[in-house]
Each structure stands twice: as structure tokens, then as C-alpha cells.
């Protein structure tokens, strides 16, 4: 009975073991990866192109598919991992067990975050053998590339937990449409402080401006301390490390918010 | 081991959830240790919705409902007991290998002690030769065996079968019908839903008899039953056309099927009268069998009876 405590990270870890091998084990996903590495390699075409700036080329176009094959991929695992164990009742084996709903939830989410992080090391390794193969770079510039993969990996992780919320209560096409709305929004964000002080009316500023706090800020992973972020990767200009780690924590913050939503939709759910 | 107190369960349906169905009403229910408890009821009656409410995946509109002395929404309990749900699927892009040592992680179960268990359950359940296949690749009656397989991982004191038969050709169900009965010789408590009424003659110390949510009837399938011998069944062959006339006029009702004459005698009097007659005209007697309601019998006049009506109190 001592032990019981214990078990508690290893029951999550098998359940964010297995989230990871049902990822691995599904052919779509291989099929993202592998459009994600063509588009990469295509940039040393296009790189020849713009002559003297093929690294540049190659930085900007391979850290932009890592951007939105990543999304992609963020999309498609977060809004069907949950709603499948649902819909095809495997939930009810695991609730059966000495397993509490939240270690459910932070399992799978552990599971995808895995995930994503393997698929963002496969695609920044895709990048690094590009600029091997096209010649000009050294490690300075490999090490540029890190800064942006982590900040593109935070929104990635962002992105997952939005689909996650919405795949406790809803079907993966609305949650797909949800995530997706959310996250345009979030990217068009710092429009709602701008019309929250161009507003005459204050109760309809207060709404944008708490609107504003409350949606995810998409744009802070890509517009960082003012500066585009895979821009200024691909530009060699070294990322200010309070600014990566300022993101780092509304990243951390954020996701930590979203799973706590997902556990109380989903701790309060009948399974019918 | 098991208490169900007034359990009720409303489902909201309709367009606004606003319009409550009953699906389960007032149960009140106790399941002793080392019973094979059968839960019988035709579909609807509210057989799994019991079965989710005990295993926490619903929650009762009101009632309550304990497990080894402990509420049905302990975590920790669940470590004692053992769930097979209906019509399972597990995960189909593993191996029984793989899904048996992720439920047992999920027990705390750690190698290498879950190696062995793992093959010696796959071993158990016949599952051993293909422990390295992925169970896309499984017949129906081979989840069923695996499914078993892990509620049984943890050695449980309680295990829970939603119809563990349905859907399994007459092997299968040889198959799942040993298992229960040599979990019932380990000392285990074993509550199970069924439809398949000689299953349940065969296996249950005792059963409850669910209708449109309501309890009709519980307690050993004798009381159930009254298990009053109706009649006896003679069988003879061999039967001289003039003696089947003469017998006819002995009994209550006499068939032919075949060569053999079947006799329904309603007193022993009659019995012994047929019995003598017969061989002394040089019959051959086949066999006498006493005629008992049996479960499905019960079923028919209890369940069909009312099923349109009010429910039978």
C-alpha cells in the first residue's frame, strides 16, 4: 500500500508510452514527415536562385515547414488520440483500472508532446543535412537554428493542447475547426489590444482587451522581442535569451491552463 | 463484496439534454464472495449501464453503490477487481504481448515480474503462440481470450464480464465458460451480464433478472425457478403399435419422433404404471428424465409476458 504513491508516474509514463506508439504505428504521419522533409529539400532548388543567400533560403523555407507541418501534425494527433479511446470504448478498460482520469489526460498529453518532439528533431535534422549537403554552413549556423525550432516546438505544444480540450467533448472534424479557429485568432491577436483602445465604448474594450489576455497569443511564437523569429534565424541574428525564456513560460503557463481545462471537462464526463 | 443500494440512473436526451430517461431504477443488490453472479435481461434492460456505474464510468443520478466495502468511485479499489466490457477492442496496433504489460504498468506491476505474468496469462488464455501478432489480425473470440486475459492481470478478488459470450461461436464459449469456472475454484467473485440463458444455468450460484431497468427477480436460480420437478419424460423404442395405443391412454401426452415414443407422465403413478407396462411387453427403455422450468422458460413468461405492460413487481 506504500507503493501506491509511486505508481503514479509510472502509470502515466505507460499511458504516454503508449500514446507515442499509436503515433508511430500510424501511416499519416509518416506521410506529414516525409512532405515536411521534400519541402525542405526543395530549398536547395530554390536557393540556387538567390545567389550568395542558398543558407539563408534553406533556413527560412525547411524552420517554415517545420512550422506548418508541425501544426499539421499538432492538429491531426491532439483532436483524435482522446476522442478515439472514446469512441472506440478502450477508455472504459483503462478507467477500470487503478487509473485517476487526470493521469489519463496528462498521459496522452505527455505522449503527444513526445511526439512532437520527435517529429521536430526529425525535420530541424532535415534542415541541418540540407545545409551539410548545399555546402556553405558551418556550426555556428546549425546552432542558429535551434533558438526558432524550440520557440516553433512551444507553439506546437500550444497548438496540441487546444486540440486535446477540445477532443474531451467533441468529435476531431469540430475540433480540428476549433483548433484552427483558435488558432488563427491567435496569430491575429495584438489586433484586439489595438481596437480595445481605438474603441469608443469601454464595456466593449474591456471585452477586447480581456478577450486579448485570454485567447492563446499565437504571434508571440512567431513575432518575438519585435523580431520574426525563423527571420532572424536565417538572418544569423542571435535571439535574446530573456525573450526566449519569457516565451518559454507563457508557453509552459498556457499548456498547463489547457490541461487543466481538459481534465475538468473530461473528470466530470459519463461515458455513455 | 458487492452492495448496490437504490441505484437509479437518468440519462438526459433530446436536443437540449433537457428530457430525462430512466435506465436504471432503484436497483438494490447484494452479490456475496465466491459467488458466479449472473445479471440477466434482454437488451435495454439496463445490464451495462450497471456494469459502467460500478466501474466509475458513470455516475449514479442517485443511490449508491460499494465494491469490497469501498464506494464505487475509489481509484484505489479498482486494483482488487477485474472489468471485461462488452464487445471489447483494444488497441489493434498492438500485440497481446505489448497490451498486457501496458495494463500491467498501469497495476504497478514492474519487470521482470510482469514478463512472467504476461506469458504465463497468454499461456492461460491460449493466446501463446501468437503473442507477437498485432490483434488487427484477431478473430473475435481471440479478443475475447484477451480481454479476459487482462481483467484478470491483477489477481483480482472481483471480476466483472459484460457479456462475456455474445458474439462467440459455441468453442468460444466452452472457452470463456471454463475460465469463469475455474476462477470460480481460485475463490473468485465473478458478476456477470448475460443473454445466453444456458450459460448462466450452467454457471450462477445465484442471479438477478433486470427488465426495462427494474429488478425483477434475484436470488439462487432454484428459488428463481421453483425448482418443482414438473413431470417425467420417458423415452422407449422398440413399441408395439397395439402397446403405443394402450400407452397413450396411461400418460399425458404422448410423440413420436422416429422410432422412439416420448411420454410425459405428471404423476409418479402414472410413471410407474407406463414403466411396467412397457416392460412387460417388451419395450426398451431409453430413459427417464425429470421435467424442470428451465431459466429460459422463465425468461419468456416473465420478461415477454409484461413487455408491453406495467412492470411486474
Same mark, same amino acid.
Given at each position: 500500500m506504500g507503493r501506491r504513491g509511486s505508481d503514479v508516474p509510472m502509470r502515466i509514463l505507460a499511458i504516454a508510452r503508449n500514446t507515442f506508439r499509436e503515433n508511430i504505428r500510424d501511416k499519416i504521419l509518416y506521410n506529414l514527415i516525409l512532405f515536411a522533409l521534400i519541402m525542405i529539400l526543395s530549398s536547395i532548388a530554390l536557393g540556387q536562385l538567390t545567389l550568395g543567400l542558398e543558407s539563408k533560403m534553406i533556413i527560412d523555407l525547411g524552420l517554415t515547414s517545420v512550422s506548418v507541418f508541425g501544426t499539421l501534425i499538432a492538429i491531426f494527433i491532439g483532436i483524435s488520440l482522446v476522442y478515439k479511446e472514446m469512441e472506440k470504448r478502450t477508455v472504459y478498460v483503462l478507467l477500470a483500472k487503478p487509473v485517476h482520469r487526470w493521469e489519463f489526460i496528462v498521459g496522452k498529453y505527455l505522449g503527444l508532446l513526445f511526439t512532437l518532439l520527435v517529429n521536430v528533431v526529425i525535420m530541424t535534422f532535415g534542415i541541418v543535412l540540407t545545409l551539410l549537403y548545399q $555546402? /556553405? /554552413? $558551418?556550426?555556428a549556423t546549425f546552432v542558429r537554428l535551434l533558438p526558432a525550432a524550440w520557440v516553433i516546438y512551444l507553439s506546437l505544444a500550444l497548438t496540441t493542447a487546444l486540440a486535446l480540450v477540445f477532443s474531451t467533448f467533441s468529435t476531431p472534424a469540430l475540433s480540428a475547426l476549433f483548433t484552427l479557429f483558435l488558432w488563427i485568432i491567435g496569430h491575429f491577436n495584438a489586433d484586439l489590444l489595438q481596437f480595445a483602445t481605438l474603441t469608443q465604448s469601454a464595456t466593449v474594450g474591456w471585452v477586447a482587451k480581456t478577450l486579448y489576455y485570454a485567447l492563446?497569443?499565437?504571434s508571440n511564437f512567431t513575432i518575438l522581442d519585435s523580431r520574426n523569429i525563423i527571420q532572424s534565424a536565417a538572418h544569423a541574428q542571435p535571439m535574446d535569451a530573456s525573450a526566449i525564456l519569457w516565451i518559454t513560460a507563457y508557453g509552459l503557463v498556457y499548456c498547463g491552463g489547457l490541461v487543466t481545462v481538459a481534465i475538468v471537462v473530461f473528470s466530470r464526463r459519463d461515458f455513455k | 463484496m458487492i452492495e448496490i443500494r437504490n441505484l437509479t440512473k437518468d440519462f438526459r436526451v433530446g436536443f437540449w439534454k433537457n428530457r430525462p430517461v430512466r435506465a436504471l431504477d432503484d436497483l438494490s443488490l447484494d452479490v456475496h464472495k465466491g459467488d458466479v453472479f449472473g445479471f440477466l435481461g434482454p437488451n435495454g434492460a439496463g445490464k451495462t449501464t450497471t456494469l459502467k456505474l460500478l466501474m466509475g464510468l458513470l455516475r449514479a443520478t442517485s443511490g449508491s453503490a460499494h465494491i469490497l466495502g469501498e464506494?464505487?468511485?475509489?481509484?484505489?479499489?479498482?486494483?482488487r477487481i477485474g472489468f471485461l466490457p462488452e464487445n471489447p477492442y483494444f488497441y489493434d496496433y498492438l500485440t497481446p504481448e505489448e497490451l498486457l504489460t501496458y495494463i500491467g504498468r498501469l497495476f504497478g506491476i514492474r519487470q521482470p515480474a510482469l514478463g512472467k505474468k504476461v506469458r504465463s496469462l497468454l499461456e492461460r488464455v491460449g493466446l501463446a503462440e501468437v503473442? =507477437?501478432?498485432?490483434? =488487427?489480425?484477431?478473430s473475435k473470440g481471440m479478443v475475447q481470450r484477451i480481454g479476459i486475459a487482462q481483467a484478470i492481470i491483477n489477481d483480482p478478488e472481483v471480476v466483472f464480464l459484460d457479456e462475456p459470450m455474445s458474439g462467440l461461436d459455441p468453442l468460444g464459449r466452452r472457452e470463456v465458460r471454463e475460465v469463469i469456472v475455474s476462477l470460480k475454484e481460485q475463490g473468485v467473485t465473478v458478476f456477470f451480464s448475460s443473454h445466453i440463458l444456458p450459460d448462466v444455468e450452467v454457471l450462477c450460484d445465484r442471479v438477478a433478472i433486470l427488465r426495462k431497468g427494474r429488478l425483477q427477480a434475484v436470488g439462487a436460480l432454484e428459488e428463481i425457478l421453483s425448482m418443482k420437478i414438473e413431470a417425467h419424460e420417458i423415452i422407449l423404442t422398440r413399441v408395439k403399435p397395439q402397446d403405443a395405443n394402450q400407452l397413450k391412454s396411461m400418460c399425458d401426452a404422448l410423440t413420436v419422433i422416429g422410432d422412439r415414443l416420448h411420454l410425459r407422465a405428471s404423476s409418479s403413478k402414472q410413471v410407474q404404471a407406463v414403466l411396467a407396462y412397457a416392460l412387460a411387453n417388451d419395450a426398451e427403455l431409453i430413459s427417464v428424465n425429470p421435467v424442470r422450468p428451465s431459466l429460459e422458460d422463465y425468461f419468456l413468461r416473465e420478461v415477454g409476458s409484461g413487455r408491453d405492460g406495467a412492470p411486474r413487481q
Open positions: $555546402g /556553405s /554552413s $558551418g556550426p492563446p497569443n499565437f | 464506494p464505487v468511485e475509489s481509484v484505489s479499489m479498482r486494483r503473442g =507477437r501478432l498485432q490483434l =488487427r489480425k484477431f
